[in-house]
Antibody, heavy 120, light 111 residues
Framework: QVQLQESGPGLVKPSQTLSLTCTVS??????????WSWIRQPAGKGLEWVGH???????NYSPSLKSRVTISVDTSKNQFSLKLTSVTAADTAVYYC????????????WGQGTLVTVSS | QSALTQPPSASGSPGQSVTISCTGT?????????VSWYQQHPGKAPKLMIY???KWPSGVPDRFSGSKSGNTASLTVSGLQAEDEADYYC???????????FGTGTKVTVL
């Protein structure tokens, strides 16, 4: 059974960089069948796709966040990471990592989510 | 890229059916059969319920069914049960520029 687990600071100051890591267990992140994604959800609001990374390191990002987002993969650790720069209060959200199954158009496994608050 | 439009709420009594709509555009829902639906209980991560418009992941009961017509997709929950009370989100692939867009979410209440 594939499991994803987010980790990282729960509090980030405005203008600083938000950094999160997702550790994948029960399956290899090197599989070519999946994209490894970040999705966020502000409190009481809907889901927003942030971006994804393929095992090769190729990435795609949400157009609205593209200038501030970097997603990378470390296949040796079976992990992928998110960096979001110049954060503001609007970036406060629960951040989920998820596995996107190619050819299915769906996110089939999700982490439990981690709350990141942007505040001084 | 705008979010897909869902009704804020829907409700039904136990045993009844409820249908949730998800309206997009000809660039997302209307263009691809990559519509999926997610169930989210409070404080929990979303769970995949339907993919590719009308397919079930392993372990999801067939009380949940999906369909699509033009730019609008729908999720029907038949034989409502108490545990079906949750938020539901649709999602669609939106092409190589915007990739994925989610719906605004629908809170389903079992009366």
């Amino acid at each position: 059974q594939v499991q994803l687990q987010e980790s990282g600071p729960g509090l980030v100051k405005p203008s600083q960089t938000l950094s999160l890591t997702c550790t994948v267990s029960g399956g290899s992140i090197s599989s070519g069948s999946y994209y490894w994604s970040w999705i966020r959800q502000p409190a009481g609001k809907g889901l927003e796709w942030v971006g994804h990374v393929f095992a090769s390191g190729s990435t795609n990002y949400s157009p609205s966040l593209k200038s501030r987002v970097t997603i990378s993969v470390d296949t040796s650790k079976n992990q992928f990471s998110l960096k979001l720069t110049s954060v503001t209060a609007a970036d406060t959200a629960v951040y989920y990592c998820a596995r996107y199954k190619r050819g299915s158009g769906s996110f089939d496994y999700w982490g439990q989510g981690t709350l990141v608050t942007v505040s001084s | 890229q705008s979010a897909l439009t869902q009704p804020p709420s829907a409700s039904g009594s136990p045993g009844q059916s409820v249908t949730i709509s998800c309206t997009g555009t000809s660039s997302d829902v209307g263009a691809y059969n990559y519509v999926s639906w997610y169930q989210q209980h409070p404080g929990k991560a979303p769970k995949l319920m339907i993919y590719e418009v009308n397919k079930w992941p392993s372990g999801v009961p067939d009380r949940f069914s999906g369909s699509k017509s033009g730019n609008t997709a729908s999720l029907t929950v038949s034989g409502l049960q108490a545990e079906d009370e949750a938020d539901y989100y649709c999602s669609s692939y939106a092409g190589s520029n915007n990739f994925y867009v989610f719906g605004t979410g629908t809170k389903v209440t079992v009366l």
